[in-house]
């Protein structure tokens, strides 16, 4: 009994704590990371001129907390002009220790950027990030790109971009020769973020406004998070299903024992046969014995003996408001029911009325309680006539060195204190050496 209420509350705290952890992590435990034209990181602008052979220039400036990139796109041999701000988010003194930042917590990123002067011109967004199995801190080409190109004309301002959204350039894992299984998006030490209009850009004059780019994410990682809540769970399975498992080899050990003990007993049955047969009589109802039948039982030659008390809670309810037809129903199951799960050494009488009271020979103290365990929970999940929900209390004894009478007289107190406890309990008497 007490380990199904250990059990029962350790689930519930599992089941509370559960949806707890869930709604918190749903719509709590958010964090943010923004980089507007007041942050501390190295800010610069680069164009399609120089080393890549293109005549484009670009200016940029802080303004008002944003960035204003000024870019002028000049027709050239360059198939790809462009003009872009990078913001560099490693500090390139200690670079070795450094590997950026990592923004693989985050789940979205919002752009605030918009052209002032060309609706239709596209706005590319791209993460370079470092991986110590590919990349090389002295040549930023082995930076991976993760990147989007989107056009502010057709997306909500700001641009709300999912990190998972985030694709890597072809060209580039063709070009550094990235085997698939490192082809992936990565965030983990991103290195810079880049900003830059988008490919097929006409020529002319163009002044791209940076506001803010805000990332958006969760304290801890969600699949982590959940991945954690399953192991948890998984772990407290296992738990249970050993327990169950132990217990039911310690139900197997039992059992084989009281095979043998039934060859003890075959001996003293058959003296006590005849003499059970002359004597015992049954109750007419339920079948089973009654107080003359039970008293044979009662042997000087079972050193141990153990004996249940079973009352059925609110009887007197149940004939009042169903009738004595359903009542006497209700008994000839619950005495068929003890019957068919006590054991074959086990004897059962009606003791009067709703009480019933079952011996169990060879049989411990501990061994009758986990038995009266295993029935209470029976009764209490059974179907009954009329949908009645019906319960038992029971008070258990092991005979010491006293009388029938005085011996019976301790389990009938201990039904009592079960009943006088709140009923559909087990309570065990103490020994009559205590008492």
């Known amino acids: 009994m007490q380990r199904n209420y250990l059990n029962n509350t350790i689930l519930t705290s599992l089941i509370v704590v559960t949806f707890i952890v869930i709604l918190l992590q749903e719509f709590s435990f958010n964090k943010t990371f923004s980089i507007t034209g007041d942050t501390e990181f190295s800010v610069s602008n680069v164009n399609d001129s120089g080393d890549n052979g293109g005549k484009s220039e670009s200016s940029l400036k802080a303004e008002n907390g944003q960035f204003i990139l000024l870019c002028k796109i000049v027709a050239s041999d360059f198939l790809w002009p462009f003009c872009e701000i990078t913001i560099t988010l490693f500090n ?64 909500q301002y700001p641009a709300t971009i999912p990190m998972n959204s985030l694709q890597v350039s072809t060209w580039w894992l063709i070009e550094n020769q990235i085997p698939i299984e490192l082809s992936a998006p990565e965030f983990e030490h991103a290195m810079v973020i880049e900003i830059a209009t988008g490919n097929g850009i006409s020529p002319g004059e163009y002044k791209l406004i940076i506001e803010k780019i805000e990332f958006l994410g969760k304290r801890f990682n969600t699949r982590k998070l959940y991945i954690t ?23 197997l050990i039992r059992a084989e024992r009281r095979t043998h003990e039934l060859k003890q007993l075959n001996k003293l049955l058959n003296v006590e046969s005849k003499v059970l047969k002359d004597q015992a009589e049954r109750d007419p109802l339920t079948g089973a014995l009654n107080r003359s039948g039970i008293q044979a039982i009662f042997t000087e030659e079972l050193k141990v003996l153990s004996l249940m008390f079973v009352d059925i809670d609110h009887f007197k309810k149940v004939n009042d408001e169903y009738g004595h037809t359903i009542g006497d129903e209700i008994l000839k199951k ?21 009480e019933f009271l079952l011996v169990c020979p060879n049989t411990d103290l501990f061994s009758t309680a986990d038995l009266a365990e295993d029935i209470r929970e029976i009764i209490e999940s059974s179907l009954w006539p009329k949908g009645i929900r019906l319960t038992a209390s029971f008070g258990i004894a092991q005979r010491d060195n006293e009388s029938p009478t005085a011996f019976i007289d301790r389990a009938d107190k201990a039904l009592y204190a079960a009943k006088a406890r709140g009923r559909n309990l087990v309570v065990a008497s103490k020994s009559s050496r205590n008492t």
């Not at 919002?110 to 791209?126: D, G, L, P, T, V």
């Not at 110590?132 to 989107?150: A, I, R, V």
């Open 92 to 155: 390139s003194e200690d670079i070795q220790q450094q590997y950026g930042i990592d923004l693989s917590t985050y789940d979205t990123v919002n752009i605030s950027a918009k052209y002032e002067n060309h609706k239709n011109a596209s706005i590319r967004f791209q993460i370079r990030s470092f991986n110590e199995k590919y990349s090389s801190l002295t040549d930023q080409n082995t930076w991976k790109y993760n990147g989007l190109e989107y056009q502010p004309k057709n997306t």
């Open 229 to 251: 809540i399953i192991v948890i769970w998984l772990l407290f399975a296992t738990s249970v299903l050993f327990i169950q498992l132990s217990r039911s080899k310690r139900k």
């Open 334 to 354: 619950f005495a068929k029911l003890l019957s068919e799960n006590s054991r074959t050494t086990d004897f059962l009488a009606r003791w009067g009325g709703e």
